[in-house]
């Protein structure tokens, strides 16, 4: 359990997604367990007065993308520089406020992790081991993980991956496997001795642990309980390197034929991605031990960032940043199925864009869904539910009868009287939306939202300015001023999840500073008497039922 207490924010927070694997297309499940998390999160630490970096990337090396290109045809480099285009206009249409946005084959992020890696080598945390690998005498070729599929040794799956099991989700090597197959060219491979490099993780160990019990009551439970499942079993020596050519090669004499495991570089990749971005400037925030380090990720990614990218950092005995929340989250669903590209089940990036259903109703959704305590589900039907009732039916309707009022009854201009009574009776509301978010329960945060935006149309109710106006005109005016100056507060508050549409609020109020500059308290000032609003239109389309069942559908897999 989070002990807030223990959270204590300096001015400057640091913001990680996982980095998604450049060689597909991230589904709704992928957006929200990681990118979209972080989005949230970094926009609402912004208008919470922080400084912010947000920093998200792709993930490009690895036997998945030796793989997939071989599939498509294409070289490691062209494939990724086809998905990462992909990935960048998917993440820009879900309004992603990225601060960096870079990839782990770039030169900067080569050359941190070299860094990194002699590091870990002068200080006596890599060893050599000899081992047996699967070989390919077809091929001329080890196979690494990726390369090799057969039955899962635990569970008996078929189609176990070389790295590990989607059946049980155990992590394996590829000759555990049973009756493995090479997938480059479907022969049974072999048996034979090779050299690879290894992380000393029990060296490391104590340092480790140390560290940990000092910042895990901060982390997600689900957070906490992969590693300590990790933690119970022991740590052991683990693999650096690989058999491929599409990676950051090794950099010592006679290892020219080896590349670095994608999962050292890959979490080494959001430091290299900062360098990329904001060049000498990365020190203040990944040497930084006034920085507040947040990471956001599915509950797969954990043992990486809660293991691995810590042991790395502290075995290189310099002053790198840890994570101080780890925050994860289960998985998200589709319709009690797992999401398929290749079966056409579920929603993807793209799929989600080409529905015509704007970006901030996939986002309220996605957030309202957040699974933050267990797997949950999206589902077609409480999706037109939850926004029709929600966002359509509470947030939107309450800043359109606020304008259509204000429009009818005072020509669109803010009429004086506001005593900001609305606004200042929610301010303990406002205390828990903020500590929620800062423990990164994201989705309660959102429901916190609701709930004071609830209490603007049950104030407009009670009042019933509509009937006053007839026998006290300042009376109903006092009224529609503190509605408009609550819409200027909703509008902050709402920021983090449907940032569009508090944008276009501010334009209705015409607020002519920035959003985040003005930031939550200073929404608490109202909007200035006499001010012209402007018309912006529906902030938010109702879902209607025959699109909800066109779509349910079409993403069933059920037809191409």
Known sequence: MIVLSDIKLGNKILVTSALPYVNNVPHLGNLIGSVLSADAFARFMRINGKEVLFVLGTDEHGTTTEVRAMEEGLTPKELVDKYFVIHKNIYDWFET????????????????????????????????????????????????????????????ALGARGDQCDSCGKLLEPNELINPVSKIDGTKPILKETKHLYID???????????????????????????????????????????????????????????????????????????????????????????????????????????????????????????????????????????????????????????????????????????????????????????????VGNFGNFINRVVSLDEKFFELKKPKGSKKELIESVKPLIEEYKNLFTEARIRDALIKANEISALGNKYLQDKQPWITIKTDEALAAATIAECIDFSKLLAVIYYPFVPKGSEKIWQMLGEKENIVNVGINGAFSGVREETKLTKVGILFEKLEQKSIEEFKQKFSGERK
């Open 97 to 156: 406020s990225y601060d960096c946005l870079g990839r782990t084959s770039s030169e900067a992020n080569a050359k941190i992790t070299i860094d990194i890696f002699n590091d870990l080598y002068k200080n006596g945390f890599i060893i050599e081991n000899t081992i047996t690998q699967l070989y390919s005498e077809k091929s001329k070729k080890f196979l690494s993980d990726r390369f090799v599929e057969g039955e899962c040794p635990f569970c008996h």
């Open 201 to 391: 993780l029990p060296k490391i160990e104590p340092d480790l642990m140390k560290w940990y019990n000092t910042t895990k009551s901060k982390w997600s439970n689900v957070a906490v309980g992969i590693t300590e499942h990790w933690l119970k079993q022991g740590l052991k020596e683990r693999c650096i390197t690989r058999d491929l050519e599409w990676g950051i090669k090794v950099p010592l004499e006679g290892w020219d034929n080896k590349v670095f495991y994608s999962w050292f570089d890959a979490p080494i990749g959001y430091i290299g991605i900062t360098i990329e971005s904001i060049g000498d400037e990365w020190k203040n925030w990944w040497m930084n031990q006034d920085v507040t380090l947040y990471q956001f990720m599915g509950k797969d990614n954990v043992p990486f960032h809660a293991i691995m990218f810590p042991a790395f950092l502290i075995g290189t005995k310099k002053d790198y940043k840890l994570v101080n929340y780890l925050a994860s989250t289960d998985y998200l669903n589709y319709e009690d199925k797992k999401f398929s590209k290749s079966k056409n089940i579920g929603v993807f990036g793209n799929d989600a864009k080409e529905t015509g259903i704007c970006a901030d109703v996939w986002r309220y959704y996605l957030f309202r869904v957040r699974p933050e305590t267990g797997d949950t589900q999206f589902v077609w039907d409480d999706f037109g539910s939850k926004v029709n009732n929600e966002l």
